[in-house]
Nanobody, 115 residues
């Protein structure tokens, strides 16, 4: 029932930066613990960053120190600042509840890191 709209992706060179945005289009969304997921071709979707309702963040080792997740509760919007991008960061990025996502996924936004 809840819908997510991701934006901000694109083509970026290795070492570059991209800032993603996600807006929850359903007002009934509780917007508690949320996160960014990503899925590369031929791979399972994985959690790239998460943030709790009170602002505590968590990152896997693969992105720690390079990615920063943030949120705006009033706007029910979350962001993902990605710096020092690597080729392996290329994926479709989705936002959702974390670590237990809703069954409803948005279209995601494509991030392609290429030289």
């Amino acid at each position: 029932q809840v819908q997510f709209v991701e934006s901000g992706g694109g083509l970026v060179q290795p070492g570059g930066s991209v800032r993603l945005s996600c807006v929850a289009s359903k007002s009934t969304f509780s917007f508690n613990n949320v996160g960014w997921y990503r899925q590369a071709p031929g791979k399972q979707r994985e959690l790239a960053a998460s943030i709790t309702a009170d602002g505590r963040t968590n990152y896997p080792d693969s992105v720690k120190g390079r990615f920063t997740i943030s949120r705006d509760n009033a706007k029910k919007t979350m962001y993902l600042q990605m710096n020092s991008l690597k080729l392996e960061d290329s994926a479709v990025y989705y936002c959702n509840s974390a670590p237990r996502p809703y069954a409803y996924w948005g279209q995601g936004t494509q991030v392609t890191v290429s030289s």
